[in-house]
């Protein structure tokens, strides 16, 4: 905002630093919800192994997948790929350096979709599934999970199709060879 307004000039290591930890933090939000989604399938799927109940094992999950997103987005901060965008007054990978937006594609994006859609499909496989003569509670449990995993999944869908005027911009840059900074923003 104050590059906008003040046309200043931000450059530094702050910045690049502080967009690697804007990588990071986006990377753990998505894989929160594959975690979540893993919660619900050990829920659902597999109630009898109490292994994966015990609440410590999803303590421990949010700091792994922390150290996960800092190293898995580490590359992109070694090899200086994130580096200052004048038009933006913020650093961020350029949409012209195309490692770097397959890495952020395929790791931030495309495998917790690819996750969520193999594990949800999965728990709703698995409740359709069960037979039909279950005990009252038995089946209220599972409408339950049902409705619960349906919201998760709207929920999830939503904030999926958010990031798509992204990607059509990107392809658009990609073919006509103009780098937009509208692309950045609309991310």
């Known amino acids: 905002m104050l590059g906008d307004l003040y046309d200043l000039n931000f ?20 894989y929160g919800f594959v975690t979540q989604a893993l919660y619900r399938l050990c829920r659902i799927v597999y109630p009898t ?26 590359p992109l901060f070694i090899c200086h790929v994130i580096i200052y965008i004048p038009d933006l007054y913020q650093c961020f990978i350029p949409t012209h350096n ?45 409408a339950r999970d049902f409705v619960v995993i349906r919201r998760i999944i709207i929920f999830n869908s939503i904030l999926f199709i958010l990031g ?3 990607m059509i911009l990107l392809v658009i840059n990609y073919v006509t060879g103009n780098e937009l900074t509208l692309n950045y923003r609309v991310t």
């Not at 450059?11 to 998505?30: E, P, R, V």
């Not at 109940?53 to 949010?62: F, G, S, T």
């Not at 937006?101 to 728990?123: A, D, E, K, Q, S």
């Open 11 to 30: 450059d530094s290591t702050q910045c690049i630093f502080s967009g690697y930890l804007n990588l990071i933090f986006i990377y753990t939000l998505y």
């Open 49 to 74: 192994y109490r292994w994966f109940q015990v609440d410590w094992l999803y303590i421990i999950a949010v700091p792994f997948q922390f150290i996960m997103a800092c190293l898995i987005m580490s």
């Open 98 to 142: 195309i490692l770097g937006t397959v890495w952020i594609i395929v790791f931030m994006y495309g495998l917790p979709i690819f996750c969520l859609l193999t594990i949800y499909i999965h728990i709703t496989i698995h409740i359709r599934q069960q037979s039909t003569n279950q005990t009252l509670a038995v089946k209220r449990r599972q």
């Open 164 to 166: 798509v005027p992204g």
